[in-house]
């Protein structure tokens, strides 16, 4: 009998897309969960603020119940710690030591690559919303039933939004810079930009178009009102055309 190169071909060939993407998101929320440094700024911190702000005094946030005000906004930062801080970085690190540039040319390819990563955000914010929501209903948290069926459209546009910024900040910026501007803008965001508790004046105004703003506003309409707030909706939706359109152009794998 004689043999042929075919012989010694490998007849599997590689796994579906679905197979592949699903791999690598669940292998890339499994490493964001296992990291000291993620699990503090995803679950930890956005734990603290929830009781904190729930059993202090200040600030004022109104004749509404604390727990009632603070945890939608909680979940909303939750969205955002995941979404773009924690994913901006990661992104950004893996781009400095040529782990993007390496899975690109997988079988998984660009854009598994990229669906991986959303999905691995995906895993991630559901275990927050697991863990957090936990917590808040310890603290006598009753959430509107309407407004949680709503909540996971308001999630998925704040997702949207945040994962194109973060990989926007990934891909244009050195890791260094990233780290530390993704740090930064969450700080600020969590005091300043009505993500966390609402904001009133001439603040309040710039928050509603901000991405966090909207999302905070957009979270608490349906948590605490039952509705959705179609305005703060569309602003996410907003940034996260521009944002996407803008890292498509600009984003460098290397």
């Given at each position: 009998m004689t043999l042929t190169a075919a012989d010694f071909a490998?007849?599997?060939g590689s796994a579906p897309p679905a197979t592949r993407i699903r791999s690598q998101g669940l292998f890339d929320a499994r490493v964001l969960l296992r990291n000291g440094e993620q699990l503090l700024l995803t679950i930890v911190l956005p734990a603290?603020?929830?009781v904190g702000l729930t059993l202090?005094?200040?600030p004022d946030l109104?004749?509404?119940r604390?727990?009632?005000v603070v945890a939608p906004g909680v979940l909303a930062l939750a969205v955002l710690s995941t979404a773009f801080t924690g994913q901006a970085i990661s992104t950004a690190f893996d781009?400095?030591?040529g782990v993007l540039r390496l899975l690109g040319t997988t079988p998984l390819g660009r854009s598994g690559l990229l669906a991986g990563r959303v999905l691995a955000v995906l895993v991630v914010e559901l275990v927050q919303v697991v863990v957090l929501g936990a917590v808040a209903l310890v603290l006598a948290w009753r959430p509107d039933p309407v407004g949680l069926l709503l909540w996971p459209v308001v999630g998925l546009a704040g997702t949207a939004a945040f994962v194109s910024l973060g990989l926007l900040l990934a891909g244009t910026l050195r890791s260094e810079a990233v780290l530390a501007a993704a740090n930064l803008l969450w700080v600020l965001l969590v005091a300043l930009g009505g993500v966390v508790v609402p904001v009133s004046g001439g603040l309040g105004r710039v928050a509603a178009v901000l991405p966090s703003g909207a999302l905070g506003?957009?979270?608490r309409a349906a948590l605490q009102e039952g509705r959705l707030d179609g305005v703060a909706l569309a602003v996410l939706l907003l940034w996260a055309v521009a944002a996407a359109l803008l890292a498509v152009r600009f984003f460098r794998w290397e």
């Open positions: 490998p007849t599997g603290l603020l929830l202090a005094a200040v109104g004749d509404a604390r727990i009632d781009r400095r030591y506003n957009a979270s």
